[in-house]
């Protein structure tokens, strides 16, 4: 375990700190219960790439694609069920010590240079999330005027609208709703978009059975969608993988949600919660994506809801596209808040002097209310928000993006860390039983991701270019 003296300077996105029931509690009063839990973690988990799975399994095919599903689910349950081991620490329910983040977990138990390179993939992992929620959401915009536009003007009418300007209406809103303070004061807004992304993945599956009712037949193959040699098939198959592995990404925030949660048994807790949301969330993801690929086998767009492989009816195409937008709302800022917190933290010890970054004006709107508006917290988070959304601007690849945000991320947060802190939490000897298990594991899991970035990377790179 890392010598916590040796923790007391940090460096920039790597601020680290513990603190005994009596000290968390006095900072902020944790309510939470393991149904909020399951809200934030569907928020996080069932969004965007829920659309994209049946474009992943056509890429993959009837005979892997739905047991991937189903391997990266039982790894997301492996991966934080041990997280969650390491809420409390030393011991995994008696504490007394709390690592409040994913970031602060790694360097209790893995020490500093570990912290460094988690540092940056973690925060790499949720400001691209971010960046592909403003693709989707720029997308389900537009998805909507081109609905009605084909309704309106037939299925052959030119509707060509600009995503550009529906990624900065995107970005206009993030910066006013990313001024809510932290997570423990948006319990409220996972709701919502919790209760929203229900709404769009089941339109999406009904519509789906429906066009598998019409069409009289279960499309797709064995080995999916063709291609015109085995490299750029197997390209292919290493981008489906890489979206799937996109739609399990919440283990960055496991231990941000965990620690909204009421003492005692928040460990407890946060398992149960864990295991209902995935178990929901993957027979929603086996089900979309199923119906998906069964109802346009190799034409499956990339998008169920955007593709425009459902034209009528026209209403329903609206309202799940609206859902979606509502819940990338909420589901931005569950993403964007453990980046808020780790850099607000660092500059507010770093500088205890600085108006600018601890001081609070009083803001008054008329008819509305008064609150409090921090400068650096304005600043910073606006910048954030301009930054992403310009990103998203220049690569509005949604499928592409995915794969290489799923495959990047996967194994190191996943996987790799989660595994490697257990290891020092319940002080695991090397070459023991368990050891050989989770290591091998974790290097079956890196196989997966390596193979699934390269493949997404390529789909990137040529879908810039051409």
């Known amino acids: 375990m890392a010598n916590r003296t040796t923790n007391d300077h940090h460096s920039p996105l790597l601020q680290y700190s513990n603190s005994s029931d009596e000290e968390s509690l006095h900072l902020t009063h944790r309510t939470g219960t393991v149904w909020t839990a399951i809200a934030h973690i569907i928020t996080g988990v069932m969004g965007a790439g829920v659309l994209s799975l049946g474009w992943s399994l056509a890429q993959i095919g009837w005979l892997f694609g ?27 329910e008696h504490g007394p010590d709390r690592n409040a983040s994913f970031l602060q977990a790694v360097s209790y138990y893995l020490g500093e240079k570990s912290q460094w390179i988690c540092a940056v993939l973690l925060n790499e992992s949720l400001y691209g999330n971010d960046i592909a929620y403003t693709i989707a959401t720029a997308t389900s915009m537009r998805a909507i005027l081109k609905s009605n536009c084909y309704h309106d003007q037939g299925h052959d009418a030119g509707c060509a609208y600009p995503d550009n300007v529906y990624m900065l209406l995107f970005g206009v809103v993030q910066i006013l709703m990313s001024q809510i303070p932290n997570f423990h004061n948006m319990a409220w807004l996972s709701a919502v978009a919790a209760i929203m992304s229900f709404a769009y993945s ?6 789906g059975l429906a066009n598998v009712i019409v069409n009289g037949e279960i499309k797709g193959s064995i080995g999916g969608v063709p291609a015109a040699s ?68 190799n034409n499956t767009p990339g998008n169920l809801l955007t593709g425009f492989g459902f034209y009528e009816p026209y209403w329903l195409v609206d309202l799940a596209n609206a859902c979606v937008i509502l819940h990338l709302v909420g589901g931005y800022q569950v993403f964007s808040q453990p980046v808020f ?70 194994w190191p947060l996943v996987v790799y860390f989660p595994v490697e802190m257990y290891f020092v939490q319940r002080k695991i000897l090397p070459w023991s039983r368990k050891w050989i298990a989770l290591k091998t594991f974790s290097f079956g899991c890196f196989l997966v991701s390596a193979v699934g970035f390269i493949g997404s990377l390529e789909g990137l790179i040529m879908a810039k270019l051409s």
């Not at 089941?202 to 519509?207: K, P, R, S």
């Not at 003492?263 to 929901?280: F, G, N, Q, V, W």
């Not at 917190?341 to 970054?357: G, L, N, Q």
């Open 202 to 207: 089941t339109i999406g599956l009904g519509l």
């Open 66 to 92: 739905p047991p991937a599903i189903v391997v990266f689910a039982a790894v997301t349950v492996v991966s934080t069920t041990i997280l969650s081991d390491c809420y409390l620490s030393p011991h995994s």
């Open 341 to 410: 917190a780790i850099v607000e933290t660092w500059f507010s010890d770093r500088y205890p002097d600085s108006h600018f970054v601890n001081g609070f004006y009083q803001l008054k709107l008329p008819l509305v209310t008064t609150f409090q508006l921090n400068p650096f917290r304005l600043c910073f988070r606006t910048l954030y928000v301009v930054s992403t959304t310009g990103i998203a601007m220049l690569f509005p690849y949604f499928n592409q993006v995915l794969g290489v945000l799923g495959a990047l991320n996967f």
């Open 230 to 297: 085995t490299v750029d098939k197997v390209w292919l198959v290493f981008q489906g993988l890489g979206d799937i592995a996109f739609a399990y990404p919440y283990s960055i925030i496991l231990l941000e949600i965990q620690d909204t949660l009421k003492p005692p048994s928040e460990t407890k807790t946060m398992k149960k919660a864990s295991r209902s949301a995935i178990l929901i969330t993957t027979l929603f993801y086996l089900c979309c994506g199923s119906f998906g690929y069964a109802a346009f086998g």
